[in-house]
């Protein structure tokens, strides 16, 4: 059976969001957040060196397989459980529309937002001393570079939404599941809104599938950090 070590409110929502709609059984090895640093425990350390989530274990037949890297594990998880259902096969044109997008998600929607999470942190919680430097510091960044990429970022995705109604295709695939992240995190801190009509209409999309709902009724409360 797979074993997903499941951290709040991170990245490995998405896994277990697969889980349930590939229709396989898991379990689920639970970790909190640090309430300070809202970092991961570090008994996750024990499971894979670099101590992140998601991290999933099962014994693959020729001993115990540990994976980490949410586009490693829906890219794996998706070929041996869900290949022509939520990934299109090998060699078609499909295919490479997909693994694009579930590339994407990770290598270039989602470090513009870790930056501006980042920066707007700097902002209010650098020490009083040197936080009129700080936020000049953190003002600049933002607007000469974050800032700039996530609109850029976020224009296009809505424009290839045009194309269908799902991101490698017309059919739903495993690239909306890695995709559902940064949107998230869109919604909460990048500035989508219903300006962006077929992103907004993405995420309506996605809440409303029965398998999504059921893995964050499993996975327990699922909120992104502001």
């Not at 998601?54 to 459980?81: K, M, Q, W």
């Not at 020490?127 to 609109?151: H, S």
């Amino acid at each position: 059976m797979i074993t997903v070590h499941h951290l709040n409110n991170s990245r490995s929502q998405r896994i277990l969001w697969l889980l349930e709609e590939l229709g396989l059984e898991y379990q689920i090895k639970p970790y909190q957040r640090d309430k300070q640093t809202m970092l991961a425990p570090p008994e996750l350390r024990a499971v894979h060196p670099l101590g992140k989530s998601p991290v999933i274990t099962y014994n693959g037949g020729d001993g115990e397989v540990t994976l980490a890297e949410s586009g490693a594990i829906i890219e794996h998880l998706a070929d041996r459980y869900g290949a022509g259902q939520l990934a299109p096969a090998f060699g078609s044109p499909a295919r490479v529309r997909y693994l694009y997008w579930l590339h994407f998600a990770e290598g270039s929607a989602q470090p513009p937002f870790l930056l501006k999470l980042l920066f707007d942190r700097i902002k209010t919680k650098a020490p009083v001393f040197v936080r009129p430097i700080a936020r000049a510091i953190a003002d600049q960044a933002l607007k000469g570079y974050v800032l700039p990429n996530i609109e850029r970022n976020l224009n296009f995705m809505e424009s290839e939404l045009g194309k269908d109604e799902w991101f490698a295709g017309p059919q739903f695939s495993a690239a909306d599941i890695q995709m559902s992240f940064p949107l998230e995190a869109a919604r909460v801190r990048g500035g989508l809104d219903e300006k962006r009509p077929r992103l907004m209409g993405f995420l309506q999309r996605i809440h409303a599938r029965p398998a999504y709902l059921r893995a964050v009724e499993r996975g327990g409360k699922y909120e992104l950090m502001r």
